[in-house]
């Protein structure tokens, strides 16, 4: 059965309105956290990446 074009629309706003909406806080909040935990993650990789850099370096006695 379809649903005509009105009632389409009157069910996605009675959708939209059941949606809990963060506050702005809450949205700095976990902006905040995201740049941080990808901060962390980035300098944890480039610090991980330079000892494997060395250790294969070593290994195949490459300098530079």
């Known amino acids: 059965m379809k649903t005509s074009p009105t009632e389409f629309f009157r069910q996605v706003r ?3 309105n ?6 702005r806080k809450e949205t700095l909040v976990t902006g905040a956290m995201v740049f941080l ?3 962390i993650t980035g300098t944890f ?3 991980v990446d330079q000892i494997l850099s060395f250790a ?3 290994l195949l006695g490459v300098k530079g």
């Not at 059941?18 to 506050?23: C, D, G, L």
């Open 18 to 23: 059941k949606v809990t909406w963060p506050s």
């Open 56 to 58: 294969i370096r070593l």
């Open 14 to 16: 009675q959708e939209a």
């Open 45 to 47: 990789f480039l610090v």
């Open 37 to 39: 935990m990808v901060a």
